[in-house]
């Protein structure tokens, strides 16, 4: 985080496992906290003390179990207004801000279009005006926030708060943290926009308690990231978990990364536009034309999408058969056009699959865009842990 490294809220071992637990699925007592971590109640209730005493934990009226199951307890909540976050997500053409609670709850959100100068300076110029539209919104806001996440496409380094490589053009090597806390007076930290969103759904959504969890995106571009052992990997040189480049098809076109057959070669909506425009000779058309032409039944477009949902179902099943994820959540805007490929997202899967590995469910999960700017404050949550 830039510039200040604030300190993380908890560092022991037992504090960080308690709010862990109460972030994501609080409210619990003391005992169900006792149970899931393997602490001692001594010890969950040594731990717990200084997190009430800063006003992050708070104690619920007491509850009795069942009738006479003896001394009523008093579960431990999540205070959720002790501290904001905000969160922003940058897109090729437009800004989404948004302030969260604790828990991930948005409270408020903003957005602004790009305007013609996207050079990392205009970008960061109005980023900064945004982030004072949501803090404005409620006086607590700029009271109670530290934090602020940003999401981006690309190629992100977390740890230096750089953006290595961006489709914004002239984005090279941007040490984005750095300007935007110099600017807000926040603790900034960045990240690769689709880790952002898999961290927001793996501790807030559809990943609440997996070990092994995946999300996958599909549209303009094809990413997913990957959860092992509770943690978003980002791999030694920070690009796990491109399915999007996967080689699919030795023979297949060739992709904007240099290589032949990735899947995005073939399924993200400027190439299923390419393959349409190529069978048809139709030259101008655009991809909401082509989505138009499969919808009336035009082969050559529906081809294009069955094609495409081949290429993302067997990309699918290899990411499941390397690392065996509990559940694998789908997202994106590519989720508009589901109609025309997901049945063949599904039989691809199911046929590539490897053995028990097809027992993972593949959850649809439409998310608009004030979700992504979501995951970007979940961000500074996270920050709150070592
Ligand atoms: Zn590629």
């Keep these: ?226 959860v092992v052992n509770g943690q978003l990997i980002a791999g030694a040189y920070g690009v796990a978990g491109e399915m999007g480049h996967i080689s699919i098809d030795p023979a297949g076109p060739v992709c904007h990364c240099g290589q032949t057959g990735c899947v995005e070669a073939i399924a993200s909506s400027d190439a299923i536009r390419d393959t349409v425009r190529a069978a048809t000779g139709k030259k101008d058309l655009d991809f909401d034309d082509v989505v138009q032409l499969a919808r009336s039944g035009d082969p050559a477009a529906r081809d294009a999408f069955a094609r495409a949902g081949r290429a993302i179902g067997t990309g699918i099943a290899t990411l499941v058969n390397l690392l065996g994820p509990e559940r694998v959540v789908v997202t994106g805007e590519g989720l508009d056009t589901y109609d025309l490929f997901g049945v063949h997202i599904k039989d691809a899967y199911a046929a590539h699959c490897f053995k028990a590995a097809a027992k993972c469910p593949l959850t649809l999960r439409p998310l608009p865009w004030e979700e992504w700017a979501r995951g970007a404050a979940v961000l500074g949550i996270q920050a709150l842990f070592p």
């Design 1 to 226: 985080m830039f510039p200040n490294h604030a300190q993380p809220l908890v560092t022991a071992p037992a504090e960080t496992a308690i709010l862990a637990l109460l972030l994501t699925e609080g409210p619990l007592s003391r005992v169900e906290l006792a149970r899931r971590t393997g602490l001692s109640s001594t010890a969950i209730t040594k731990s717990a003390r200084p997190l009430i005493d800063d006003g992050y934990l708070h104690e619920l009226p007491p509850e009795r179990t069942a009738p006479g199951a003896g001394r009523p307890v008093n579960p431990l909540a999540v205070t959720v207004e002790r501290e904001f976050f905000v969160g922003v997500k940058i897109s090729a053409d437009a800004l989404f801000a948004t302030v969260c609670d604790l828990r991930a709850g948005m409270r408020a959100t903003a957005g602004r279009d790009l305007g013609e100068d996207r050079s990392p300076e205009a970008v960061c110029a109005l980023l900064c005006e945004l982030v004072d539209v949501v803090l404005d919104a409620d006086p607590a806001f700029r009271e109670r926030t530290r934090h602020l996440g940003i999401a981006v496409s690309g190629d992100v380094d977390r740890a230096a708060g750089r953006v290595r490589y961006s489709v914004l053009p002239g984005w090279r090597d941007v040490p984005l943290a750095a300007m935007v806390a110099r600017a807000t007076g926040l603790s900034v930290t960045v990240e690769n926009d689709v880790k952002a969103l898999t961290v927001a759904e793996h501790w807030f959504g559809e990943g609440i308690g997996t070990e092994y969890f995946a999300l996958v995106t599909i549209g303009a571009g094809i990413g997913s990231g990957l």
